[in-house]
């Protein structure tokens, strides 16, 4: 019940269930335009994550890493480049998910600032997550989309990634050094052998996003894996996201069908920079998910849809499903100002959405 509830509540997929119910009038989807290698690559991905989650390891990695941070600003980086590393490997949405709560337990004991060190966070989720094909749904839909190489997708994650950490780093040096006590480190203690048989199915999964292995039996294997270590890991699985990528091959389908509405579609992405704009501005309304798989439907531009995809996840709070997440665990375990907290975080996601904007055109214009 509690699944269902969750699935029910999703606001992106109801918005996605209405605009393809609707569609069903104008047209009936075509079974080609379902897309499963991406439905797959997801399902397998989110087990896997939702296995790492269950062993805790992002938790330790953040109890050792913290335990040797002895003032504001050494804490601050240490949390945001773990955000930035789990964000790779874990996505965006775990790693916001238990960093932050971390994060605030840590504050509200030392009385230590809440509101940028979170934003931080959040903000290095998204540089991570965008790093891997994994990290970010939309990358392994892009990655499915366009028929994209390990080689080709890294050449253009990593420019991305190095400039952006770069900037992160500016923003460090202006982090004040206030001495705090160093952090007593709790025990935790990892099962060794699912962790590294988790790890080897991760690598498995990496084949069969590019396509090297059929990419269902890495998700059978994940989710008999994930049964075997606990049955009830299938239960946290965002099937809501599942259902808003279904939703949308379906809705896509429809509209690829009716003449007007692909001739107005087509005028927004003729070019490789109308293809990055359309991306990030349609990410600000829609969400970069829901927005990767309708501007990748109607462009042959896929590095551009890459970087406006990504870049989009910056910007307002329905930008990224992270964000929405962000916003709600700091209410649920902050004690500083919520609306505070909205104001700031809000003018540092479009400063860091103007920046990146501009870095991802550059991106495209000097082919970096």
Known sequence: MTVLKNIAKDRILQITVLITVVSLFFARPRFEDINFHTLFSVAAMLTIIQIYAY?????????????????TRKLNMLFTLLSVIAGMFLGNDITCLTLIPLYLNIAKKYELPQILPVTLIGM??????????????????LVSRYNVGAVEFFSWSIPYLIISMLILILVFLFIPKEEIPVQETEEIKISMRPTLITTAVFIFFFFGVFRVVPI????????????????????KIDYALLLTFTGFFIFISDIQQIPVIVGAIHMLVRSEISTYLTSIISSQIMSNVPST?????????????????????????IGSMANILVLKTFNQNATASRSKFF????????????ILTIVGWLLLIFRI
């Open 293 to 317: 798989i309708l501007v990748g439907k109607f462009t042959t531009y896929a590095q551009a849809l890459f970087l406006g995809s990504n870049i989009g996840g910056f910007g307002s709070a």
């Open 343 to 354: 104001k700031e975080w809000t003018v540092m996601q479009f400063i860091g959405l103007i």
């Open 216 to 235: 269902i039996w890495p998700m059978l294997i994940a989710i008999g894996l994930a049964l075997l270590i606990n049955p009830r890991i299938m239960l």
């Open 124 to 141: 290095g989720a998204n540089i991570g997550a965008a790093f891997t094909p994994w990290g970010n749904p939309h990358n392994i839909f």
């Open 55 to 71: 062993l805790h390891v992002l938790d330790v990695l953040a109890y050792k890493l913290t335990s040797i941070a002895d003032n």
